[in-house]
Nanobody, 119 residues
Framework: QVQLVESGGGLVQAGGSLRLSCAASGIVFSDNAMTWYRQAPGKQRELVARITTGGTTTYADSVKGRFTISRDNARNTVYLQMNSLKPEDTAVYYC?????????????WGQGTQVTDSS
C-alpha cells in the first residue's frame, strides 16, 4: 500500500518560512520523481517544484529564489523549504510521486497540507 504523508503546513505571516515534508512508503522512493503541487481556492492545481531521481530540480517561476525542494532517499522523504512567503502562496500543497516502468506510468498523491497566510 502506497502512502504519501505531507506535514509542516500551517499559518504563517507574509515574509515568513515553512518547511513541508512528504514521507513516502510502499514505493521504491529513489525510483520516483517527486513533485510538490498546490491548489488555491477557485484555482487549478499547479506545479510548484520537482526533483528527479537524479536530483535535478525545476521550479515554477512564481517561487524561484524563494522555495527549495530537496530529497532524502535514506528517509524516503521529500522537502519543500518555503521562504519569503507571500499571501498568494496560500494553498493546499500536495506531494506527488511519479515513476515509469516500460509503458506504464505510476502516479501517487498525498492528502495535502494547508498553508495559509495569516497577515
Amino acid at each position: 500500500q502506497v502512502q504519501l504523508v505531507e506535514s509542516g503546513g500551517g499559518l504563517v505571516q507574509a515574509g515568513g518560512s515553512l518547511r513541508l515534508s512528504c514521507a513516502a512508503s510502499g514505493i521504491v522512493f529513489s525510483d520516483n520523481a517527486m513533485t510538490w503541487y498546490r491548489q488555491a481556492p477557485g484555482k487549478q492545481r499547479e506545479l510548484v517544484a520537482r526533483i528527479t531521481t537524479g536530483g535535478t530540480t525545476t521550479y515554477a517561476d512564481s517561487v524561484k529564489g524563494r522555495f527549495t525542494i530537496s530529497r532524502d532517499n535514506a528517509r524516503n522523504t521529500v522537502y519543500l523549504q518555503m521562504n519569503s512567503l507571500k499571501p498568494e502562496d496560500t494553498a493546499v500543497y500536495y506531494c506527488n510521486a511519479y515513476s515509469r516502468f516500460g509503458i506504464r506510468d505510476y502516479n501517487y498523491w498525498g492528502q495535502g497540507t494547508q498553508v495559509t497566510d495569516s497577515s
